[in-house]
């Protein structure tokens, strides 16, 4: 890394289905955050924690379309002012690391670092986070944050949601197991590259993470890569809200992380989402976000 790390915790939990995301942040630190960006060579400054006003001092239903959205105000506002922070950081030259939190957050993140760049992203998730409020069959945001940086439908209107210089066609999907109906038709229908688990078991994480890394990166200035820890099977990271079956192993995630470092195109920006910690054991899961982090900076065995 020729760059410092910048460290930003966002403690949300307004997109998700269950209580205990807006604790991701405080365990990733507590499980060796720091000790594993200096593993990789790297300097960090950790700036602490965005303020975020607690979900149950609110109500979900308060403002237009939070029936369809809910927590839509509270998820604006922090998307808003988290993309001003990941806006200056990545000017002052340094690579914002996003701790969630829900994978709402990633609004915030794709619109800062997309703000004077044109930048290419990598989904690392086992959903596909391309509903709206139209499709959704839950009203969870978490459920949303593709398809709000890309501006579909009622996100057309809402230009706080919105990642100006994200292409749909730099956006590459890896390890999809889980999609609703109309995400499916909409992933299929838009020039996104999409790969589900299917593709990592017939030809291999490098070679579809190759793949993944040079349609994002084409034409783009840097990358943002959002890391959802229920990417990996439940056996390696128990502390997620939406657990899926057949995720990716401790390995493959590694590699697919070597792979993110090793890339021609920079990272620009980096986000780990969706750590709970009230569900997980001996907070492993954040210990394993700590080690990818480290392997997505660059860290080798030799």
Avoid at 161 to 168: F, I, N, V, Y
Avoid at 205 to 219: F, K
């Amino acid at each position: 890394m020729d760059r410092s790390v910048r460290i930003l915790g966002v403690p949300t939990d307004y997109g998700a289905n269950r209580r205990g995301v807006d604790m991701g942040p405080s365990a990733i630190r507590y499980a060796g955050l720091a000790d594993a960006i200096a593993r990789a060579d790297a300097d960090c400054i950790d700036d602490g924690d965005l303020s975020v006003v607690r979900a149950e001092s609110t109500d979900p239903d308060r403002a237009p379309m939070n029936d369809r959205a809910k927590f839509l105000s509270e998820v604006a506002d922090v998307s808003e002012r988290l993309a001003d922070v990941v806006a200056g950081v990545c000017t002052d030259g340094e690579l914002p690391l996003v701790l969630g939190g829900d994978h709402s957050i990633a609004i915030g993140s794709m619109a800062g670092a997309a703000r004077d760049a044109e930048i290419g992203v990598v989904w690392f998730d086992a959903h596909g986070d391309f509903n709206t409020p139209t499709t959704t069959p839950s009203g969870n945001v978490h459920g949303m944050s593709l398809a709000a940086a890309l501006g579909l439908d009622e996100f057309g209107d809402l230009p706080w949601a919105q990642a100006p210089g994200l292409a749909p066609e730099r956006v590459a999907l890896v390890g999809l197991r889980n999609l609703d109906p109309a995400e499916r038709e909409a992933i299929r229908d838009s020039p996104v590259s999409a790969y589900p688990m299917s593709d990592i078991d017939e030809r291999g994480i490098v070679d579809v993470v190759e793949d993944a890394l040079a349609s994002a990166s084409d034409g783009a200035d840097g990358l943002h890569v959002s890391l959802d820890m229920d990417w990996l099977d439940p056996k390696e990271a128990p502390g997620v809200g939406t657990p899926e079956r057949g995720g990716v192993t401790y390995r493959e995630a590694h590699a697919a992380l070597e792979r993110v470092a090793a890339a021609d195109t920079p990272t620009r920006s980096l986000e780990v989402v969706e750590v709970n910690p009230v569900l997980d054991s001996h907070n492993e899961t954040a210990e394993l976000a700590c080690e990818l982090v480290a392997s997505a900076l660059g860290e080798r065995i030799l």
